[in-house]
């Protein structure tokens, strides 16, 4: 079994969709986690960071931490065509970036 | 600023040979670290330089090895390709080894 599990979808959503993406860990260590977004032929790029549990926003863009169900979330508002990409979790048990675990990602696809 | 880079971005080699993959990091980040992505594992971590000392090495065999440079330019070499190393490979930058990673495109290797 993975580390961390992530659904690899497609996930496709019409644009103005909340969209729902949800990453599953087995590791009680890791206190650092992050969203990345892919697009193609490109490499990822930090959407979010939190640590340990909890809520954070930007934008339109929400991360969510539970530690206590080892599962945590990102939640897109209004999504839009352009945020159609392939989305990775990410997580960490030591300070900051070191040695990041990732989830295989899942393919969002947001239809005008 | 330039951001990082990776080449060759397309690779094709045949099994047995060795490869030497290369990344230029964002101007004045000390911290180089390398990933392997493919689509059954997702992304993990081969291992990371900090002002040219490895600091973090993930769990490949000893084929896989990297290095980096006083300029903090960092090479990655795989000796006896296997048809599984065929994957892109993507190189992160950081000011330091606990700050944000800002990845480059990747190099696409294709091992046949």
């Known amino acids: 079994q993975k580390e961390v599990e992530q659904d690899p979808g497609p996930l496709s959503v019409p644009e103005g969709a909340i969209v729902s993406l949800n990453c599953t860990y087995s590791?009680?260590?890791?206190?650092?986690f992050m969203w990345y977004r892919q697009y193609s032929r490109k490499g990822p790029e930090l959407l979010m960071y939190?640590?340990?549990?909890g809520n954070k926003e930007d934008g339109r863009f929400t991360a969510q931490v539970d530690k206590s169900s080892k599962y945590i979330s990102l939640f897109i508002r209004d999504s839009q065509p352009s945020d159609s990409a392939t989305y990775l979790c990410?997580?960490?048990?030591?300070?900051?970036?070191?040695?990041?675990?990732f989830g295989t990602g899942t393919r969002l696809l947001v239809s005008p | 600023k330039a951001g990082v880079t990776q080449t060759p971005r397309y690779l094709i080699k045949t099994r047995g040979q060795q490869v030497t993959l290369s990344c230029s990091p964002i101007?004045?980040?000390?911290?180089v670290s390398w990933y392997q992505q493919t689509p059954g594992q997702g992304l993990q971590f081969l291992f990371e330089?900090?002002?040219?000392?490895?600091?973090n090495k993930g769990n490949f065999p000893g084929r896989f090895s990297g290095r980096q440079f006083s300029n903090s330019r960092s090479e990655m070499n795989v000796s006896t390709l296997e048809l599984g190393d065929s994957a892109l490979y993507l190189c992160?930058?950081?000011?330091?080894?606990?700050?944000?990673?800002?990845f480059g495109p990747g190099t696409r290797l294709t091992v046949l």
């Open positions: 992160a930058s950081s000011p330091w080894n606990t700050d944000t990673q800002y």
């Open positions: 590791n009680s260590a890791f206190q650092y």
């Open positions: 939190t640590y340990s549990s």
């Open positions: 990410a997580m960490s048990a030591t300070t900051g970036f070191q040695k990041l675990v």
């Open positions: 101007s004045g980040h000390r911290s």
């Open positions: 330089y900090f002002s040219e000392t490895q600091r």
